[in-house]
């Protein structure tokens, strides 16, 4: 028997005490906080971890989800609270290649939390809602001491319906794929930093929020073959390809010359010391299937305006598992590696 | 993007990597002083592109890397003080003292927060006038402009919750530090543009004759890093040993006066230790004792704290040059970016992190 503390145990030891924030980031601290805690604990099987669960009853299909949102500042260039609440559920929904049935709320308020400042959240949820044709079906309220919560959390619970036929999932990666985005990236995460932070730039940049289910739809309707797909929120694109490429033990390249960023995007990245790849989305998805594809699906996402920006990124390669490279404009080559949490923004 | 998209031209590398072939005839070792040229050149895979005789050695030019423990110590106990909202550069937070990090505190209840300038802290010190608002001036002869003028701007206002906790530091005196071990293996030397679009280039005059080597003042893009080591291979093969400036529409000669002027009025000279290297002498800046009231250290009480590194880091070799991270034992197994063992581990700029980031799966070089 060896005593050696890095000898592999299962579940893996969390190195820190205390929940940091970085274990909400989207990166490495997470998964560990996944790996060594919940999915142990709860005992549930980590390769079947997608933005949505699969569920056989009856007969049909359903896809199961739910999500927290504590966005900070609750109004942002482009969105709110109350829709960030609704699309990323349904668009969680929407990533396992379902139709969004219905979905559920749960509000935590603050107390002394302005109903000026909660009516146009709830406004913003029905609009939304409307948007996907998705009903707000059931719910629940708990109000805590002034001090215990920041005005207002949400959380959203979607059930979807999966097609006949369709099975997206991670596992289903394979070399030989071809990488797609349906629009350009970072837009999120820098309309609500440049809010946050009180950074003003010559180009204002507006959030991307919004649903995507109805992209997944034209894909399937144009009879493709979605091996997976996955929205690039926290973490980015570059997160989103390092889960996919260890799930499904792959390794992934991305053309860098590909990757459709905005310009006052990549200036904003710029001056900050950020890199847009691993700047969150909430209007965006990614997806694999056969290169033989590419042109009908970019096709099929291009003719909606949202879908405008859609392109072909990179493919799916053999290994090392979990790899993921980038070709620079240079025709140089670097990893795109996971994060531990969010960036920082850099001294100089 | 204007301005960013030229210097980052694929043809235009090509060509600059092309003349740096015809040129080169013989092995030559460059460093490249500032931590964002490294990350530049790491991110960009610049040395894919160089021959085979042309070798970078990643300098000690990252401010979070060389701050050290001590300091990180005394940022977290001042951190720790109930009333006390510290602010820092982002990167700073996760770097490791020698027991935690500032998020860490931070996460136990402390109100520790990123700031993007020192103004920025200043405002908030204006805003929160029960609190006592500490700023981490932490950086090289970039950042002292900007900190200079939070703590001159406070003494004007009268601000006395507003105090700076200084790891200021100064480049020439660490490349004396570099270039006079009898360890030395650099040839020539890409200074850091930004840090010369303040102070200049004359303190490098001495440094180019004294040691006999050439210094190109470079910026931080693809084609500006791929030029500067063109100059600098070009120098080296005709035997030339002079002070260059690939940066000229930043950087002038006499660099930029009134932050200097600035700079002196706040800060004098002082001896500095460097995370991993050790004791520099006049290789830091200090606050001048006119303005010894808004030093955190006094004000707090925590000047002595003082911690040691981790006997398995290497990092000062690494920031010397001598090692590549990937040579280092520790590299990727017990120290990596979640569990970091010294900053340039922590530190976006900090070599061993840009390697880890973006080179982990290649095998390591051969020393």
Redesign the interface.
Known sequence: MTADPLALACPRPL??D?????HGGGG??MK?LLEGLFLPALGADPAALHDSAVLEAGGARLAFTTDGFVVHPRAFPGGDLGELAIYGTVNDLAMAGAEPLALSTAFILEEGLPFAELAPLVASMKTAADRCGVRLVTGDTKVVDRGKADGVFITTAGLGLVPAGVAVHPRRVRPGDAVLVSGDLGRHGIAVLSVR?G?RFETPVVSDCGPVHHLVAALLAAGLDLHCLRDPTRGGLASVLNEIALAAGVAVEVEEARVPVD?AV??AC?I??LDPLYVACEGRLVAFLPEAEVPRALAALRAFPEGAGAAAIGRVTEG?AG?V?LR????????L?L??GEQ????? | ?KF?EEY?D?AA??ALAAAIRRKVTRPWSLMEVCG?QTHAI?????D??LPREVGLIHGPGC??CVTPVALIDQALAIAARPGVVFCS??????VPGSTEDL??V???GADVR?V?SPLDALALARELPGREVVFFA???E??APANALAVAQARREGLRNFSVLVSQVRVPPALEAILASPRRRVDALLAAG?VCSVMGTAEYLPLAARHRIPIVVTAFE?VDLLQGILLAVSQLEEGRAEVENQYARLVKAEGNRPAQRLMAEVFEVVDRTWRGIGSIPASGFGLREAYADFDAGRRFGVAALGGAESPDCQSGLVLQGLLKPMQCPAFGGACT???PLGATMV???GACAAY??????EPAETP
Do not use: N, W
């Open positions: 190195r820190h205390t929940v940091q924030l970085a490495r601290l560990e932070d950074l310009g990549l200036g710029e900050l010391g090392p790899r490279a620079t404009t240079l025709g140089t080559s670097r990893l590696d994060l531990s920082l923004p850099r001294i100089c | 993007m960013v980052r694929g590398c090509r964002g790491v991110r960009f895979g610049l894919e592109l401010p979070v550069f982002g990167d700073m937070l996760r998020l860490s931070k996460s136990r990123a993007y932490v950086g090289f970039t950042t930004h693809p970016p979640d569990h530190s976006g700029e880890y980031r973006y080179r982990r799966f």
